[in-house]
């Protein structure tokens, strides 16, 4: 009798330790300053190898697609397209071509709310120094401003800006492409859950250890307090999710808020908002789109996200919330909003 | 006490000796869980440089793409005491106890308090 008590012990006990070297699925995340902000990629798997592979291969896939797409550096497929605006095409990688081509169609669905052509207007606003360009070179610029003088030759894989002194900034899309890049590297290293945020451009997928969605936060644009404040929650997997806000790059002078976000009509920055939220299914478009609705203002926008098929959170410029029907059960407001 | 040791069976042994190795399993754990919540990491250009815990007072110079950071501990806080990058929003973020300080253009992160810090009120994720 003792004997088998001692042997029901003993196998009770290596059950137990069994039960332990299966480990459940965990929560693993890590942060890299890419793309000038700060990327962080999150995924559940039950391997801390297999979360480490494949954040780092998704880091490297958005390291080497922001050294093609830099506005800023020298070297970048994109700088050879502004280099060579009005002389001749430039031949560019699949993924440059990719994303222009979309930029391309957002400003087109858009009416031109969003252009990736502002390049010559956004080049003079230097808002760490509080830099405002003179009104007559905003006025100058803005001839150059305009994204049907891009022509894209998919066959060739050439990008042409038709006229010198064009230049394209990617900046308004690119996050959210690169999200969308790094979720499905992700996914071909046999991740079945996470998030991928490009600062407040995010993607997530799958569900979180615990079998909820991911419980994503959306900035109040008027905080009240240093402390990240929220207007809202947004539950979401399968979705994107991207905000274009007042508050994000601006400086103010004579009472006036002078922001990153630049209507490319008039090369000043757009008023109608204070910041736009969109959900879709892919990161390019909800990043392009919250632009494009943060130009178009409040009333158009609503039409534009219905017309796109998207979501959207809007405050507009005086602190009215405008929502399509589509965030009902997916976005909790905070108390007192 | 003899007859007490005589007296006990092998299972009842077995039992003692799972209940002292599952105490010996706590102190790890609880150690684990409390340097989880207190250490200064230290990450430059996306690698872990270096990893402190917050209750020891030191200063320590991290060398970034745009030269060296000077990144100090005390009292249970961290600040960037020095910088070299050009517009040094680093150091206007002062004394922090929890959060995380970033230098974007010398690509340091320093982080205090763990893996859950920079989520406040338990969100995964925040967009704006």
Redesign the interface.
Known sequence: M?KN??VL??FA?LLNLAACAGRKPAVY??????M???V?I?VVTNSEGEAEKAIDDA?STIDRFSGLINFFSDRSELAQINGDAGIRPVRVSPDTLGVIERAVFIAEKSGGAFDPTIGPETRMWDF?KKIRPPDASIREKLGLVNYRDILVDREKSTVFLRRKGMMLDLGGIAKGYAADMALENLKRNGITAG?V?AA???R?FGL?PDGTP??????N?RQNSK??E?IA?ARLTGKA???S?DY?RYFIEHGRRYHHLLDPKTGYPAGGCR?V?VISDSGLYADGFSTAVFVSGPEKGMRLVTDAGVDALIIDKDGGIHTTPGLKGLVTFEDGH | MKTVIRNTTCADRLLFFLLILASCAGIFISREAVSQSSDVLIEVNGKPAYTFPLAGDRTVTVNGPCGPTVVEIKDMKVRIREASCPNRLCLKEGWIAKGVIVCLPNRIVVTVGGKSAGSPRGVDAVTG
Do not use: F, H, V, Y
């Open positions: 003792k008590l001692l012990l003993i006990a995340k890590k942060t890299k300053p890419l000038d902000t700060l962080t999150t880091l760490p998030l945020a407040g451009d995010i997530a979180k991911w419980n994503i936060g959306i900035k644009p402390a990240d929220l929650r999710i991207s905000t806000g994000e910041s939220t």
